[in-house]
């Protein structure tokens, strides 16, 4: 049998084995497989061809039928995986095609139902926006209030104080405070130099000699700041003192073992126990409260809010939690858009064969 002979022949059975169903792309890719005779064949027909026989008295035996099996085999395995491979890109393609179209129409009724959405948020904002100036406004008229309040039982302290520093200051009782009696208290020196003069002094009392209850208030409020009550200047400040620290009684375990089965290792967490003792820290005392502090913890905090004011509080809360429900399903469609956006203009291949693989996860193994 003849190198061409052997040739045909292979390729007019291969071509019947071609499934008819199957598009030209694989049939072309078999038929330029066929048109290379592979190196077996053109082996066994160099030898087939009695070109090495002749006149040497060899015998060689025919072998080109069966090696055209074993080919046409080989080729037969190649036809059908390429078919296989041919209709799973097809499938793919569909799918990716109706993929598509799924994707286009739901990014459609999004976009529709941002629109819905955009006009719920305004209306919304327009609700509570209604809802908090009434709330606003209560807060403020509550808050007014508060502080009149606290300011009135100010005013009543420093009348109260006030009084009870007249008293003081008045040694004889007879219903005035004097020149010679604001003397007695060096601290309201108005340039503290240490020298308080009677014309300072009765500069503090408004240019008279003495004044009654009712002109002391002007001169209450100008030396108030500096005044020291004469019995916080008899009594000294009270001084904290931290609290004494109790310690547990230390035993000395060592004494019931000898010592040589004390290991040296504890010799050293002795010492740096004894570095870490609290002891040796430097004690700082908590800092004293000061009267205004005092003061301001007897007025207490503001009062809850009245009923009305309440309902107005929770009607502009409601409003302001619907808005913010809104607003965020709007972020949410706004996000929704913009990813089918990318999925939709994301290359995917010239028939968007590879669309399936998009957001799924995979393994690439290099040799790098």
Same mark, same amino acid.
């Not at 009594?235 to 004494?244: D, L």
């Given at each position: 049998m003849t190198t061409v002979t052997a040739r045909m022949a292979l390729m007019s059975q291969a071509l019947l084995l071609v499934p008819m169903a199957a598009s030209t792309a694989p049939t072309q890719v078999s038929i330029r497989a066929l048109s290379r005779p592979p190196a077996s064949m053109t082996e066994s027909a160099t030898a087939a061809d009695t070109t090495d026989e002749y006149n040497s008295g060899a015998v060689c035996q025919n072998t080109c039928r069966e090696l055209m099996h074993k080919e046409m085999e080989s080729l037969q395995k190649m036809t059908a995986i390429a078919t296989e491979g041919f209709q799973l890109k097809q499938q793919l393609i569909q799918e990716a095609k109706r993929g598509l179209e799924d994707k286009k129409a739901k990014l459609s009724d999004v976009q529709v139902s941002k629109k819905d959405l955009e006009e719920r948020v305004e209306a919304l904002r327009t609700v509570k926006e209604t809802a908090e100036q009434p709330e606003k406004e209560a807060k403020e008229r509550h808050l007014k209030a508060w502080e009149d309040e606290k300011a009135a039982i100010q005013k009543e302290k420093d009348l109260a104080r006030m009084a009870e520093v007249f008293l003081e200051l008045d040694d004889d009782a007879d219903g005035f405070v004097s020149v010679a009696e604001l003397l007695s208290h060096s601290e309201l020196d108005p340039d503290s130099d240490a020298s308080f003069t009677?014309?300072?002094?009765?500069?503090?009392?408004?240019?008279?000699?003495?004044?009654?209850?009712?002109?002391?208030?002007?001169?209450? !409020?100008? !030396?108030?700041?500096?005044?020291?009550?004469?019995?916080?200047?008899?009594?000294?400040?009270?001084? #904290?003192?931290?609290? #004494?620290?109790?310690?547990?009684?230390?035993?000395?375990?060592?004494?019931?073992?000898?010592?040589?089965? !004390?290991?040296?290792?504890?010799?050293?967490?002795d010492e740096e126990d004894e570095d870490d003792d609290p002891d040796d820290v430097d004690y700082k005392p908590p800092v004293a409260r000061t009267q205004e502090k005092k003061d301001g913890d007897d007025e207490g905090a503001m009062p809850p809010y009245d009923q009305e004011t309440q309902i107005l509080i929770d009607a502009a809360q409601k409003a302001r939690n619907e808005f913010d429900e809104a607003e965020r399903a709007l972020r949410e469609v706004d996000d929704q858009i913009k990813n089918l956006e990318k999925e939709i203009s994301f290359d995917f291949g010239p028939s968007a064969e590879f669309a399936h693989l998009y957001s799924q996860c995979y393994e690439l193994t290099t040799s790098e």
């Open positions: 009677e014309a300072e002094a009765q500069g503090l009392l408004g240019g008279v000699d003495k004044v009654g209850t009712a002109a002391f208030e002007s001169v209450w !409020i100008n !030396i108030k700041e500096k005044y020291v009550s004469e019995a916080n200047a008899d009594t000294p400040a009270p001084v #904290e003192t931290p609290p #004494e620290e109790t310690t547990d009684p230390i035993y000395n375990d060592s004494e019931q073992y000898p010592d040589e089965d !004390i290991p040296e290792e504890e010799d050293d967490d």
